[in-house]
């Protein structure tokens, strides 16, 4: 753990809004979102499509900040830092997989991984991600010649060598058949309990809440219910 880490949930929100716009066109995006997550727990975000989820995650990585309201990453207020401070915190302690994969189609998998260790401050080798996401023999591959899991896994490794004390999905199996999804949770499964890596993943895959510590549930801005699952089903046992 690093050193603005300790005991107490990874994150704390406390009336976080997002406000787009104005007058007409004034869209909230987030309103009043208060929760905890975890330190070291699998969450599912589940909710419609502009219900806040995105938003919150944007936030919580420091992409984005919010309208109004307080976000704390263990001891720390992320509210109350400035851009550089904000970037530092990214690239110490975040991880990012999306729905399409961003990998530069110019350089191998092994390669594209290495973009990420070259900033850290204390990397796994790229070769030791692969490996994590079982891509030790593709790594001289280049993105053309993967199929969209193998991208998707690439991607997930490049997130994961930096050691990320957090990794945020967005819908990370949302262009995979039900088979490669799969795959691709499992690998997310295997972050999650192997690192002990917070894991936050929006989906619209309802089942894939089975495999979560915690659910939370969005409509319309907010969260509507957090559900703590008291079993959890490995990624293999998910029925799409």
């Known amino acids: ?21 104005a007058g007409a066109s004034r869209v909230d995006a987030l309103r009043g979102v208060s929760v905890d997550i975890p330190s070291g727990e699998l969450i599912v975000l589940l909710g419609a499509s502009g219900s806040g989820k995105s938003t919150l995650l944007n936030i919580l990585g420091g992409l984005d900040r919010p309208t109004d309201g307080r976000v704390c990453f263990f001891q720390r207020e992320l509210t109350a830092m400035d851009d550089t401070q904000l970037t530092q915190y990214r ?77 945020f999905c967005d819908e990370p199996t949302g262009a995979l058949d039900s088979v490669t999804g799969r795959a691709v949770l499992r690998v997310l499964q ?23 510590d915690r659910v939370i549930y969005f409509a319309d801005g907010d969260i509507r219910q957090v559900v703590e699952n008291e079993s959890r089903l490995s990624a293999e046992q998910i029925e799409w």
């Open 1 to 21: 753990m690093g050193e603005d880490e300790g005991t107490g949930p990874a994150f704390h929100t406390e009336g976080v809004t997002k406000v787009y716009g």
């Open 91 to 167: 690239r110490q302690h975040v991880g990012f997989v999306f729905q399409f994969y961003n990998l530069m189609p110019s350089l191998t998998a092994l390669e594209n991984v290495e973009l990420v260790t070259e900033i850290a401050d204390d990397p796994m080798s790229p070769q030791e991600a692969l490996a994590l996401v079982g891509l030790d023999k593709r790594a001289h591959h280049f993105p053309a010649q993967l199929s969209g899991g193998e991208q998707q896994r690439v991607a997930i490794a490049r997130a994961i060598a930096k050691r990320p004390t957090v990794l």
């Open 190 to 212: 295997d972050v999650n309990e192997q690192l002990g890596t917070t894991v936050m993943i929006i989906t619209h895959a309802a089942a894939t809440a089975e495999m979560a």
